[in-house]
């Protein structure tokens, strides 16, 4: 069956330095892989898209690696802040045409940065 | 403006009745979810719809009906709820791959 995997339940970071977040899948072709930000009692917020012919993508201080052939995605927050604390889910998509397939999702790391 | 609202934001209820939760979005967007986020956090698509056509229906409960009056409009109603049904219920819709999600709605069967 699918699976998606992201590195750990909560993760801690120390201000100003990187985070970077796991998320491996099996059994899984995705067309794209998607990464949102989930604070408590909110909804998902998506913030970047990466499709299975790109590599890396970049916005802002975040950073997002597909890897096809292991199965991955990195993503990654540079100089990071307390602010950037929350979770951050990964989600699969099957059809690069959009449409109503939704999306299969992680469970999603929790992120902690320590001031 | 807010983009995607589902009312009521929570929602206790005994075990048995039936309730509703009502979703809006104001994007112009034509498809629309609902997802269930249960207390594990793991968020799982529970159905889909474009331009008020049933596209997706995951394996849920036949208690679950989704209802969509027109394109911009997705509700959720459930029958005899259980236990198990208690979670957060997000509304979720999209213009190509990217979802734009709801607040939720935290639904407490008790």
């Known amino acids: 069956s699918q699976k998606i995997e992201q590195n750990s339940e909560a993760l801690n970071i120390q201000e100003g330095k990187t985070a970077t977040l796991t998320c491996n899948y099996t059994?899984?072709?995705?067309?794209?892989l998607q990464w949102y930000r989930q604070d408590p009692g909110r909804g998902p917020v998506f913030l970047l898209l990466i499709r299975e012919n790109e590599k890396e993508k970049r916005k802002e201080r975040l950073k997002v690696t597909f890897d096809t052939t292991l199965k991955q995605s990195l993503f990654h927050i540079t100089a990071s802040q307390p602010a950037d604390s929350a979770t951050y889910l990964c989600a699969l998509g099957r059809y690069s045409g959009g449409g109503a397939d939704g999306l299969t999702f992680g469970k999603g790391t929790h992120l902690i940065i320590q001031p | 403006d807010t983009a995607v609202s589902q009312t009521p934001k929570y929602l206790v209820t005994q075990m048995g009745n039936d309730k509703s939760i009502k979703c809006e979005q104001n994007l112009g967007h034509d498809t629309m979810y609902w997802y269930k986020q249960d207390s594990k956090k793991f968020l799982k698509i529970m159905f889909s719809?474009?331009?008020?056509?049933?596209?997706i229906n995951e394996t849920v409960p036949n208690r679950f009906s989704p209802k969509s009056p027109d394109k911009a409009h997705l509700n959720l109603h459930i029958n005899s709820l259980e236990l198990g049904d208690s979670a957060v219920y997000f509304c979720?819709?999209?213009?190509?791959?990217?979802?734009?999600f709801g607040a939720g709605s935290r639904l407490t069967v008790l």
């Open positions: 059994n899984y072709s995705p067309a794209y």
């Open positions: 719809y474009n331009n008020k056509e049933l596209i």
């Open positions: 979720a819709s999209s213009l190509g791959n990217v979802l734009t």
